[in-house]
């Protein structure tokens, strides 16, 4: 069984990480253009009661959002495309493809100023009508199902259950208490039962604003890991436990994502996409009201042309701590199907040479070529989430016959107690959880813990030169932690996001004391 020992090598690990968080401004380009940053992606067997049956997909994007992010706040791109991509037979190329498009349109509300017309306010909201919002910006958006190649011509639209139609509404962000008294009951509202094109049985989606679900120390760890390496993994809590996301989740019946009953393992991806041709205007136009022409084309910038990819995300850090850094705008473009040509930054990680030179003799290297890091990156592990003829390809993967862990019951090291200390898997071992993460993602899998843990050689047996002297896996921690306990147990699973001004002032006002 493995042992969870905090040490230095440990936290000099995480200092080698070029990101923000997991895949937050993780490359040069997408770091400038946030609203199409691809952050995290979640896939596993939904765990909320009554729900087997059912997969949950979760793509966030627009990184690290102050709740204080007025007046515009973080709506996602009208200009863009984002997608998640489903494979189900294991060739490196996407079977399904879910596309999010959004339009974003301004209602020019306004207040009587004594002009010879009212002016629209700068804000993007007037006081509430008891718990719903007076919106200046409307955000709404539409989702089509691809069957094939994601840009084929099988397309069609997903409707919603009550009453058919094919247009959603995402919920403005969390502006505060003042504007949005009960923001968790708002946003609720815009969960939606949708009927999926060819798919029996409805699923659900949301979209919209939600905390910051991934833990990672930050600042010390950049500043030459000045952490106290003998503390506990809660030393300071997460850099990012007062920032909010965007999410886009889908929850899907398990039958219509997989292949087929003896093909229970799908392996899944998030993408960006911009047009290629972008044209900037000297002269801006304001965006029209909804009775006038599409939002699309107002505003300081023009685009066009063919749809080029800009931002990729399946199995977390992967960008981060295995992808070189002039690499990496080239791996956000890139396509699973093309994977071959990072084959080796994943055989030959250059991350645990680097802590050679950061430590010295305390961190040992692993042999190479890492074929257990192909494993957990490229082709899923045997016997849990490895599917038959796989090809090597970067994408997160689940084995959907493996049924959820109730949250009580979660390990937030994953899958990684199902492995002996030879490297063999044994299911039966204690705190096995085989639902976890590298099979699938859960929002409470300590993914930097894992990860860190995989590189520094725990799935490479008796091959491992960072075993402790009893011969079990040393299990690595950035100093933080992160467990289904921080997450709700019904979907969307992310938590209500934090607000501006969480307490309000109800607009009173105090007039400044005498002197």
Known sequence: MFMRNVIPLALAAAASLTAQASSHREAPFIAQNPSVDGTDFYMF?????GRSGFVTLIANYNPLQDAYGGPNYFALNPQALYEIHIDNNADAVEDLTFQFRFTNTFNRLAVPTGAASNLSIPLINLPPTGNVPTLNRSETYTVSLVRGPRRGANVMPVTNAVGGGTTF??????????????????????????????????????????KEGFA?????????????????????????????????????????????????????????????????????????????????????????????????????????????????????????????????????????????????????VP????????AAFLTGVANVNQPTGVVASEMLRLNTAIAATPVAAQQNVGAALCFTPAGELLLTNPGCDPAGFPNGRRPGDDIVDIELSVVEGFLLGAANPNRTPEGAYQVYTDGTLQDASQFDVTFPYLKAPLGGSPNGSNGVINPPSAG
């Open 367 to 374: 042999p190479v070529p890492r074929n257990d890091i192909v």
């Open 169 to 210: 509404t995402k919920p403005v962000d969390n502006i505060g208490s003042k504007s949005i008294p009960d923001y968790a009951a708002y946003a609720n509202q815009y969960i939606y039962t949708v009927n999926i094109p060819s798919c029996a049985t409805p699923g659900r989606m949301f979209v919209g604003q939600r």
């Open 45 to 49: 067997n939904s765990y909320e009661a």
């Open 216 to 364: 990672v120390n930050l600042g010390e760890v950049f500043d030459l890991v000045n952490l106290n390496p003998l503390g506990a993994r809660n030393i300071k809590g997460s850099a990012t436990v007062d920032k909010n996301v965007t999410t886009l989740a889908l929850e899907v019946p398990t039958n219509c994502l997989t292949a087929s009953t003896t093909q229970p393992i799908i392996g899944a991806w998030t993408t960006s996409s911009l047009r290629q041709a972008r044209v900037l205007n000297p002269a801006p136009q304001g965006p029209v009201t909804a009775t006038g022409a599409s939002p699309r084309s107002f505003g300081p910038e023009v685009s066009g042309g063919a749809w080029t990819q800009v931002s990729r995300l399946g199995s977390p850090l992967v960008n981060e701590v295995v992808i070189g850094i002039d690499d990496k705008d080239k791996f956000n473009a890139s396509e699973p199907k093309n994977d071959g040509q990072f084959a080796t930054y994943v055989t030959n990680p250059t991350l645990p040479v680097l802590l050679n030179v950061l430590f010295g003799a305390a961190a040992n």
